[in-house]
């Protein structure tokens, strides 16, 4: 299967740079298990949806990310913390007219924060800061919000790209889990009121999210790794659901990970688990926890694009979005949604 298999064109325009006013106020495009469409909104959810069914949730939380700065020779540099690794250590990308050699000290914030270049791990590097790292981002970073928004993070972002629910302990994403942006209390609510239940993964999802596929045959692709938690008390959920008839819905692909790497863990049995994933999901893969899928429109020719073909096929995916671009639906990350049931 060739990369230019996922390819498809997109206007500019239809890029969502900036969230709407309401997170609910978005539209919603579902493609059913026969791939037909139908154009809806995302406060329809509650009534596309089943009392006794599953909404399993990533409740990750984005950390301000990126930083900016200069080394002692006044050359600019960019950091993007990927992973937190110890109180005052972290592994991150740098950009930088040329590459930082281990001992360089980085200074960043208006020289209110210092990082050494203490190595590498492959195209990371290793940087031991002058404090402890999350309380240094959160006074000094940036959200690192997608590139192509083309823009510097504000403080509409600081609200809008995180979701309502997530869990303040579990600070640790540099991207967010951006299916879940369109909940908002009301819909929350909404999808109580009609039986709709809900559970919690954990999923810190990397700036390998962001990254290209770079080989033509999908296969060769090497997948980031990331660290995710599925509970006990949501494998119970989830069992619970499934005795009863109802369908599990995963709102997003980081959920949607997170569950497929347990069960991938324990032999296609949903089990409590925790640890690194680097799992790809393409088409040809069986899904053996999801039964539906929540998430926004994909970058041409992405792992994510894939995974959502792997969901329902790759044609009906690729005819869905051509009705969307038609519909003038907004794309990507702060854009509209897909509710896609697994291909019968």
Not at 29 to 54: S, V
Not at 172 to 177: D, E, G, T
Request: glycine share 6%.
């Amino acid at each position: 299967m060739q990369l230019s298999d996922f390819s498809y064109d997109l206007p500019d325009e239809l890029i969502a740079r900036y969230p709407l006013a309401t997170r609910s106020a978005s539209r919603l495009l579902y493609l059913n298990a026969q791939g037909h469409t139908q154009d809806c909104t995302i406060k329809q959810l509650p009534e596309l949806l089943q009392a006794g069914d599953l909404l399993v949730l990533n409740d990750t939380r984005v950390i301000k990310a990126r930083l900016h700065g200069r080394r002692a020779s006044g050359g600019a540099v960019e950091v993007l913390v990927e992973r937190i690794t110890g109180i005052d250590t972290a592994l991150a990308h740098i950009k930088a007219s040329n590459s930082p050699k281990a001992g360089t000290t980085l200074y960043l914030a208006n020289d209110q924060l210092e990082a050494q270049v203490a190595g590498r791990q492959n195209n990371l590097y290793e940087l031991r800061f002058n404090q402890p790292v999350l309380a240094a981002l959160e006074q000094f970073g940036a959200l690192p919000i997608p590139p192509y928004f083309n823009r510097a993070a504000d403080e509409t972002d600081d609200e809008r790209y995180q979701t309502v629910f997530h869990n303040p302990d579990k600070a640790a994403s540099v991207a967010a889990p951006t299916a879940s942006l369109h909940f908002d209390d009301e819909l929350l609510a909404a999808l109580e009121q009609s039986g709709i239940n809900k559970a919690f993964v954990t999923l810190h999802v990397g700036a390998g999210t962001f990254q290209p596929v770079r080989t033509d045959n999908i296969v060769e692709h090497v997948m980031h790794s990331e660290w995710g938690e599925v509970p006990q008390a949501t494998v119970e959920l989830i069992a619970k659901t499934k005795a009863n008839g109802g369908k599990i819905i995963a709102v997003g692909t980081t959920a949607t990970r997170a569950l497929e790497s347990a069960a991938k863990a324990n032999h296609g049995e949903l089990k409590a688990w925790s640890g690194e994933t680097d799992i790809f999901i393409y088409p040809g893969y069986s899904f053996k926890v999801i039964d539906r899928l929540l998430t926004n429109f994909h970058l041409p020719e992405s792992t994510l694009l894939m995974l959502v073909s792997a969901l329902a096929g790759r044609d009906p995916v690729l005819k869905a979005y051509e009705h969307a671009i038609r519909q003038q639906y907004r794309f990507f990350s702060y854009g509209d949604a897909m509710l896609i049931d697994k291909k019968i």
